[in-house]
């Protein structure tokens, strides 16, 4: 395997820029969620001037605020962050669903990592286990995502 040419991503992007798209929706999961990942971006060596927020009423509107500040061009990777649970109706499979869809979009169009933070769970317990707790934190693996492919990219640059 030694003389194969390989592009692995680290978790070492100096300098690099991130936007985080945050729903309010279910915020008292979606913020442990935006700690985790800043958490993660910081302790990964990415200063805090370099993060940019930036809030949309719910996980159907995300991807609309991603286009936006994808479009703006001033970041290397963008990581949506939300919390989709299922209720009493099939609303649940529109909104997850459209979400998803619209970010691995945008993620092709602009040619930057887009990482898919958003929870779809069908409990709030699921959310919670996921936000920090017993399954881990799926806003610090957005972020770690973010990084390791920005990482890659750059390789493929070199
Ligand atoms: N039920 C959840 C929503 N619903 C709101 C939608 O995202 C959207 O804001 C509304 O349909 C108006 O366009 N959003 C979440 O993020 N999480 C949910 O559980
Ligand atoms: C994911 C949703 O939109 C959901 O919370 C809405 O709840 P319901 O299906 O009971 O209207």
Not at 11 to 37: D, H, W
Not at 77 to 95: D, N
Not at 105 to 114: C, E, N, S, T
């Amino acid at each position: 395997m030694n003389d194969i040419t390989t592009y692995e991503g680290n978790f070492s992007a100096p300098g690099a820029k991130f936007a985080l798209v945050v729903g309010r929706f279910n915020s008292y999961i979606v913020e442990s969620l935006l700690e985790g990942a800043v958490d993660t971006l910081v302790r990964h060596g990415i200063r805090k001037e370099d993060l940019t927020i930036v809030r949309a009423p719910g996980a159907f509107e995300i991807p609309v605020v991603v286009k936006k500040v994808a479009d703006q061009g001033k970041h290397d990777a963008i990581i949506a962050l939300g919390a989709v649970i299922r209720g009493g109706t099939p609303h649940f499979e529109y909104v997850a669903g459209e979400c998803v869809k619209g970010l691995g979009q945008l993620a092709l169009q602009y040619g930057i990592p887009v990482s898919f933070g958003v929870l779809t769970v069908d409990t709030i317990e699921q959310a919670i286990e996921r936000a920090g707790t017993k399954a881990g934190n799926k806003g610090s693996e957005a972020a770690i995502s973010a990084l390791e492919t920005v990482a890659v990219l750059r390789s493929l640059d070199n």
